[in-house]
T-cell receptor, first 115, second 113 residues
């Protein structure tokens, strides 16, 4: 079964600094997608970034980028120039099978950006 | 913008009551999902629907059922609510196919007394 592990239950960072959230996973698939979702306090969960496993280039969305290491089954999220609005729960997710639309989520990392 | 709405933000029910949680999406998405979110456990999938009247069990379907009579609406039913079903319930929807983004509703915080 696919598993997703987020080893940092809570993290904090100063505004304008860079922070990296870790995610490791286990899968027997060769081609799959990986996702990072963000859930701000009392607001809806939204997609931050997604990576397709066959693409070697790491995905980037503005201040958000990933470090995808397929062999190590690692998918960390880097947030540059952290802003107060980045305070949120962050969830890493992986399809339960390569072609599935159902996701398995990690337990989340609570990130606090301090002024 | 994609919009996923849930019928209630907060709900308080008594043990043994039948509870209906409603979710509506306005983007003609094929897929709809019900998750349960608990602190320290992340999101766990209760049920998934990939078409009208079609459903698949997720990781924790026990004590729940679902109904999808129309494409835009996906209902989660607690046949006989119990205190261990006190939780945050999130609905999501997406287009069919691999790698598509799931769009989430605001959540319903259900308390069963």
């Amino acid at each position: 079964a696919q598993t997703v592990t987020q080893s940092q239950p809570e993290m904090s960072v100063q505004e304008a600094e860079t922070v990296t959230l870790s995610c490791t996973y286990d899968t027997s698939e060769n081609n799959y997608y990986l996702f990072w979702y963000k859930q701000p306090p009392s607001r809806q969960m939204i997609l931050v970034i997604r990576q397709e496993a066959y693409k070697q280039q790491n995905a980037t969305e503005n201040r958000f980028s990933v470090n995808f290491q397929k062999a190590a089954k690692s998918f960390s999220l880097k947030i540059s120039d952290s802003q107060l609005g980045d305070t949120a729960m962050y969830f890493c997710a992986l399809p339960i099978r390569g072609g599935s639309e159902k996701l398995v989520f990690g337990k989340g990392t609570k990130l606090t950006v301090n002024p | 913008d994609v919009k996923v709405t849930q019928s209630s933000r907060y709900l308080v029910k008594r043990t043994g009551e039948k509870v209906f949680l409603e979710c509506v999406q306005d983007m003609d998405h094929e897929n709809m999902f019900w998750y349960r979110q608990d602190p320290g456990l992340g999101l766990r999938l209760i049920y998934f629907s990939y078409d009208v009247k079609m459903k698949e069990k997720g990781d924790i379907p026990e004590g729940y059922s679902v109904s999808r009579e129309k494409k835009e609406r996906f209902s989660l039913i607690l046949e006989s609510a119990s205190t261990n079903q006190t939780s945050m319930y999130l609905c999501a929807s997406s287009f069919g196919g691999r790698g598509n983004e799931q769009f989430f509703g605001p959540g319903t915080r259900l308390t069963v007394l």
